[in-house]
């Protein structure tokens, strides 16, 4: 079945400092990739939609600035934190669709980001 | 506004019985309606889909039904089992750029 790894699954970084998280797709090609976030007890929020070879396209209310996505393959999509503060402490799941109607998401494990 | 919403209070049931949650939409006209299983701090698991033009599907112990009428999807799990205790997302695809939109969940709780 579809597969979708990211790493790092844990990071701890002090504020300031900025973070790369990374989604690979391990048997199929993933032209479009869909970034997360999740709070405790809550609902996973859309963040972005990372487009294979141009530019990610971010739901209102996210930085694109602060959160940097670059997909730069068919397998590959990074989201950096730049300039993490606490307040972007938070568990971060990337996904993506095999190319077919009506796919479902596959999802990697997620990252749990702490800043302190 | 748009908006999904599932039970939001956490649902406690004895082994053997059938849990049965609910996922009600506004303002959207999905094509298509999925759930997911999540475990404490891992990602979901895609589960079903069911389309607009079906009524019930099922997969093992688990049954979906989908009224476009009443904007409801009721997921069912027949014979629980202690190891079916997660937290159970429903989600559409909104209206454009196939982005899936979640709502925030149910957990269930089997007890043995």
């Known amino acids: 079945g579809a597969v979708v790894s990211q790493h790092p699954s844990r990071v701890i970084c002090k504020s300031g400092t900025s973070v790369k998280i990374e989604c690979r797709s391990l048997?199929?090609?993933?032209?479009?990739m869909f970034w997360y976030r999740q709070f405790p007890k809550q609902s996973l929020m859309l963040m972005a939609t990372s487009n294979e070879g141009s530019k990610a396209t971010y739901e209102q209310g996210v930085e694109k600035d602060k959160f940097l996505i670059n997909h730069a393959s068919l397998t590959l999509s990074t989201l950096t934190v730049t300039s993490a503060h606490p307040e972007d402490s938070s568990f971060y799941i990337c996904s993506a669709r095999v190319p077919r109607d009506n796919s479902p998401l596959h999802f990697g494990n997620g990252t749990r980001l702490t800043v302190t | 506004s748009q908006k999904i919403e599932q039970n939001s209070e956490a649902l406690n049931i004895q082994e053997g019985k059938t849990a049965t949650l609910t996922c009600n939409y506004t303002n959207y006209s999905p094509a298509y309606l999925q759930w997911y299983r999540q475990d404490p701090g891992r990602g979901p698991v895609f589960l079903l889909l069911i389309r607009e033009n079906e009524k019930e599907k099922r997969k093992e112990r688990l049954k979906v039904t989908f009224d476009t009428t009443l904007k409801q999807s009721l997921f069912h799990i027949t014979a629980s089992q202690p190891a079916d205790s997660a937290t159970y997302l429903c989600?559409?695809?909104?209206?454009?750029?196939?982005?899936?939109?979640f709502g925030q969940g149910t957990e269930l709780s089997v007890k043995p």
């Open positions: 989600a559409l695809v909104a209206n454009q750029g196939g982005k899936l939109i």
């Open positions: 048997d199929f090609q993933a032209t479009t």
